[in-house]
């Protein structure tokens, strides 16, 4: 993470670590219509399982992100 944090602050990148790049990673794949199982693979997990939850908790985040943007119109 210290790595990714020199490297996102000489590009005028804040909040980078590798967290970061592997949700990003894993999101452009899922949205880009990626077969789960290749998602999975990629990031290493073993269970599909374990994707699917991983994919669902980012579902959340956007869900939530997306209620405030709609609640906070016109602010």
Request: net charge positive; glycine share 8%; hydrophobic share 35%.
């Amino acid at each position: 993470n210290k790595h990714m944090k020199k490297i996102g602050d000489s590009l005028g990148i804040l909040g980078i670590s590798t967290y970061t790049a592997r949700h990003s990673f894993a999101s452009v794949l899922k949205r880009s219509g990626a077969n789960i199982a290749y998602i999975s693979e990629s990031l290493g997990h073993t269970d599909l399982k374990t994707t699917e939850n991983y994919l669902a908790s980012f579902e959340k985040e956007e869900r939530i992100k997306n209620a405030a943007f709609l609640t906070n119109f016109g602010d």
